[in-house]
């Protein structure tokens, strides 16, 4: 069974510019997760997808992030424009069902704003 | 609202050793408990995850332990290797809203 696939692996841009990242869940998982996680800290939950609609994206940024998730399936997070705080380690996740389900880990993309 | 603390940050000890992972939570309240591995570089994968029900599980030298009442669990590892070295995440499932609230995380270095 394939994992949770991210891509870029690596970014490195400069602030105020902009950057999208791509996820592909496990095949059949409903729930999608994007978390950041800055260095030396736990990931934070940014938005939680459940098919193609929004359960919680209460902890996402909004003036500058946006996430979508086109036909229940793969998913992008963007940030536009990028600041240096962005600097972190970005994450997507995947689960059967919402809620109690184990959440399988993407190998995340690193970015660095410059 | 829920607070999730790892101590130490870091922990180096030499090959064979056995050791404890400690994770401390303020709010018992909680509807699971899942032990986490981060290696540098890749994603996290989830190693044990404990019901609020359940006392302890077990995956070949890791046992992990929860206690609601004292607001701990324990990630205990037998016979540390190499390979092992790793930070090492406990992660809470709430009991009204199922987000996972982590910890920082303790950075795990084992000597050959």
């Known amino acids: 069974e394939a994992g949770v696939a991210q891509s870029p692996r690596y970014k490195i841009i400069e602030k105020r510019q902009s950057v999208a990242f791509w996820c592909n869940p496990i095949?059949?998982?409903?729930?999608l997760y994007w978390y950041q996680q800055i260095l030396g800290q736990g990931p934070k939950l940014l938005i939680q997808?459940?098919?193609?609609?929004?359960?919680?994206d209460s902890q996402l940024p909004k003036d500058r992030f946006s996430a979508e998730r086109l036909k229940g399936v793969d998913s992008t997070l963007k940030i536009q424009p990028a600041k240096l705080e962005d600097s972190a380690v970005y994450l997507c996740?995947?689960?059967?069902?919402?809620?109690?389900?184990?959440?399988?880990f993407g190998a995340g993309t690193r970015l660095s704003v410059l | 609202k829920q607070e999730v603390t790892q101590i130490p940050a870091a922990l180096s000890v030499p090959e064979g050793e056995n050791l404890v992972l400690n994770c401390s939570f303020t709010?018992?309240?909680?509807?699971?408990l899942q032990w986490f591995r981060q290696d540098p570089g890749k994603g996290l994968t989830s190693l044990l995850l404990?019901?609020?029900s359940q006392r302890e599980q077990t995956s070949g030298r890791l046992n992990a332990s929860l206690d609601k009442s004292s607001g701990r669990s324990t990630l205990y590892i037998a016979a540390s290797q190499p390979g092992d070295s790793a930070t090492y995440l406990c992660?809470?499932?709430?009991?009204?809203?199922?987000?996972?609230?982590w910890g920082a995380g303790t950075k795990l270095i084992i000597k050959p």
């Open positions: 709010d018992s309240a909680i509807y699971n």
């Open positions: 404990i019901q609020s």
């Open positions: 996740a995947s689960s059967q069902l919402e809620g109690r389900a184990i959440q399988y």
């Open positions: 992660a809470l499932g709430g009991d009204s809203n199922y987000q996972l609230i």
């Open positions: 997808f459940q098919n193609n609609g929004v359960v919680d």
């Open positions: 095949s059949g998982h409903a729930t």
